[in-house]
């Protein structure tokens, strides 16, 4: 194995993280569903597979280093949220708890001096400043329209329609 026990039971924690926010965000998709918010659901379903393929790249990467992975099971998702703002101020706390995560796996890669995991998570790095960004920008959007979802709705739409675009 290239990578320490200490490295690959972390990683397997990542791996439960990245499924438990997968399985959170599809939830929260559906709290948008029952509002009758469709853009927002399908905003947080394709949130909820990114995790789910984030979670897959450590798995891969387990695999190329030799590691073990051990999958855990995955708590039951909150959906008592009282309002659209509830929802995306949740999500943003979660991005801020994995990034918590991911940075405590640089951390004990630099201690180890597991340059090849480094270099792994140099991607989660980016990918991390990139999700806190956009959901702060999302949790923003509905702070400005001020219980105005429809208004949220339409931005969304819009921007989801200018990424697929740039792809
Ligand atoms: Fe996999 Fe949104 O962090």
């Known amino acids: 194995m290239m990578i320490s026990s200490a490295m690959n039971a972390k990683l397997n924690e990542q791996i439960s993280a990245e499924f438990t926010a997968a399985f959170s965000y599809l939830a929260m998709a559906c709290v948008f569903d029952g509002m009758g918010l469709k853009v927002l659901r399908g905003r947080f379903i394709q949130q909820?597979?990114?995790?789910?393929?984030?979670a897959m790249k450590i798995i891969r990467y387990l695999s190329e280093?030799?590691?073990?992975?051990?999958?855990?099971?995955?708590?039951?998702?909150?959906?008592?949220?009282?309002?659209?703002?509830?929802?995306?101020s949740?999500?943003?706390?979660?991005?801020?708890?994995?990034?918590?995560?991911?940075?405590?796996?640089?951390?004990?890669?630099?201690?180890?001096?597991?340059?090849?995991?480094?270099?792994?998570l140099a991607w989660f790095v980016d990918e991390q400043?990139?999700?806190?960004s956009s959901m702060t920008d999302l949790l923003n959007l509905v702070r400005l329209a001020g219980g105005n979802v429809l208004q949220v709705e339409?931005?969304?739409?819009?921007?989801?329609?200018?990424?697929?675009?740039?792809?």
């Open 48 to 54: 909820s597979d990114e995790e789910r393929e984030h």
């Open 90 to 120: 949740a999500a943003l706390q979660n991005e801020k708890d994995i990034t918590a995560k991911i940075n405590e796996l640089v951390s004990l890669a630099e201690k180890e001096k597991d340059y090849a995991t480094r270099g792994f």
């Open 154 to 167: 339409a931005a969304v739409r819009h921007q989801m329609l200018a990424e697929k675009e740039k792809s």
């Open 65 to 88: 280093v030799g590691g073990s992975v051990a999958l855990e099971g995955i708590a039951k998702p909150k959906t008592d949220y009282k309002n659209v703002e509830a929802v995306v």
């Open 129 to 132: 400043v990139e999700e806190i």
